[in-house]
């Protein structure tokens, strides 16, 4: 008997699950409002159809193990998975609502990494130019900006744009996975991200080339801060290495 994985959402974490589903010989459905999202051509089965309610997500993937959320609609997500859920699916879902709620606002963020002693890039006025600035609650690069001069700085502040302005720290980018549950923690390999201005992160590989003694301290901090979420599941952390 073969086991079959939903995938709500067909963007790009959606087609990474159907894709790493498929190499382990898994059945997918992948569930998505958008007629031809990127995941439903990796799917076994595609359905077009908008998921708000837990009667909705049951129909959509009547007969799957369990559905794996792959969306950051925090309205959609909080619907279906979150306290103020009418009713929760009978589809077995993997998904902590309330870490995601903490980890999709990077100031919630910045208060949790200095409660775990995770270092984090200055504000001003500790930090001076070049700053960047970025919403608090977008994820990738969308919105941000490299502030250079007092000038570009004053209008960040004034338009109330940048949610989060801090040091601007150059340098590679490195991920790694943590999985588990509250006092059950496992870190995964740490991955060396390619970044570029068109696609964002283009390319994940591995092994990283980090050295063992930051290598431990990023997995030190990474499941620091799965505990301190509580965490149920999988959540990543990503590095920039810079002076």
Excluded: N
């Excluded at 382990?24 to 992948?30: A, K, S």
């Amino acid at each position: 008997m073969g086991f079959t994985l939903g995938i709500l959402g067909g963007g790009l974490q959606g087609l990474e699950a159907a894709f790493l589903a498929r190499m382990e010989g898994w059945d997918t459905v992948v569930a998505d409002a958008r007629p031809a999202p990127p995941a439903s051509r990796l799917a076994g089965r595609f359905v077009r159809t908008e998921v708000r309610t837990a009667g909705d997500l049951d129909r959509a993937f009547k007969g799957a193990d369990f559905v794996l959320p792959c969306l950051e609609d925090l309205g959609t997500l909080d619907a279906l998975f979150g306290k103020g859920a009418h009713s929760a699916p009978a589809t077995p879902a993997h998904f902590d609502c309330d870490s995601f709620r903490l980890t999709r606002d990077k100031l919630l963020s910045k208060e949790l990494f200095a409660e775990c002693g995770i270092p984090c890039p200055l504000s001003p006025p500790e930090a001076g130019l070049p700053l960047v600035s970025k919403p608090a609650d977008q994820s990738g690069s969308k919105g941000v900006r490299i502030l250079r001069t007092t000038g570009e700085l004053a209008e960040a502040l004034a338009s109330g744009a940048g949610g989060v302005i801090e040091e601007y720290c150059p340098g590679p980018s490195y991920s790694v996975e943590v999985t588990g549950r509250p006092g059950d923690y496992l870190s995964w390999p740490v991955t060396f991200l390619e970044m570029d201005g068109r696609f964002d992160c283009r390319r994940v590989t591995a092994p990283a080339d980090l050295g063992p003694e930051d290598e431990r301290g990023f997995r030190r901090h990474a499941l620091a801060a799965a505990e301190a979420l509580k965490l149920r599941g999988i959540m990543d952390m990503e590095i920039i290495m810079s002076p």
